[in-house]
């Protein structure tokens, strides 16, 4: 199946500082790709949705000066959490929608802990 | 209507025992129907996914059944073992993927 990483997989930082999550497509193109946000033992929340070469498109209540979103590339998108707060940890994944079978593939998320 | 319910929330099972988990849907837009199994601080993998014009996908030990004029859907998991622990979530879109909405989860133990 179709693969999709992020990096890093795990990231410690103190609060104030700001920390990129990168996520990438492997072996397909993504015009499309999404940024979910995961507390303990619940469901997968949205975030935003990223497309290539235009703005990402945030849902509501996420605030898009403080996670910025770039998706430079059809394999390539990047979230920032800027000025990072202990509120701000969590598990963090992307997904990839294949732009030629519509499935949606995550990545294996990012845990950030913000200190 | 954009929700999708799921449930139990959390399921026991003996292993070699039937794991029956069930989602509905109020959204008649939605279109491809597809579960995803998620193992402690690992992303989701999509286990099998279908679209309303068949009642039912069968791949390996995991079945999805469809009832459209219910708008509801179920995974079965045949034969279960504990390998297969983990927490299951449905999901539903439409317009191409573009619109993609996940049930809350369902923890799933299987005891040896």
């Known amino acids: 199946g179709a693969v999709v990483s992020q990096h890093p997989s795990w990231v410690i930082c103190k609060s104030g500082t700001s920390v990129k999550i990168e996520c990438r497509s492997l072996d397909f193109q993504a015009t499309t790709m999404f940024w979910y946000r995961q507390f303990p033992k619940q469901s997968l929340m949205l975030m935003a949705t990223?497309?290539?070469?235009?703005?990402?498109?945030?849902e509501q209540g996420v605030e898009k000066d403080k996670f910025l979103i770039n998706h430079a590339s059809l394999t390539l998108s990047t979230l920032t959490v800027t000025s990072a707060h202990p509120e701000d940890s969590s598990f963090y994944i992307c997904?990839?929608?294949?732009?030629?079978?519509?499935?949606?593939?995550f990545g294996p998320g990012t845990r950030l802990l913000v200190l | 209507q954009q929700q999708v319910k799921q449930s139990p929330q959390s399921l026991i099972v003996q292993k070699g025992g039937i794991s029956i988990i069930n989602c509905a849907y109020e959204?008649?837009?939605?279109?491809?129907f597809p579960w995803y199994q998620q193992f402690p601080g690992k992303g989701p993998a999509l286990l099998i996914a279908i679209r309303p014009d068949v009642s039912e996908k069968k791949e390996g030990r995991f079945t999805i059944s469809f009832n459209k004029s219910a708008k509801q859907f179920s995974l079965h998991i045949m034969d279960s073992q504990p390998g297969d622990s983990a927490t299951y979530f449905c999901a539903a879109s439409y317009n191409y993927g573009q619109n993609f909405v996940f049930g809350p989860g369902t923890r799933l133990s299987v005891l040896p």
């Open positions: 997904s990839a929608r294949d732009t030629g079978t519509e499935t949606q593939y």
């Open positions: 959204n008649t837009a939605f279109d491809y």
């Open positions: 990223s497309n290539e070469g235009s703005k990402a498109t945030y």
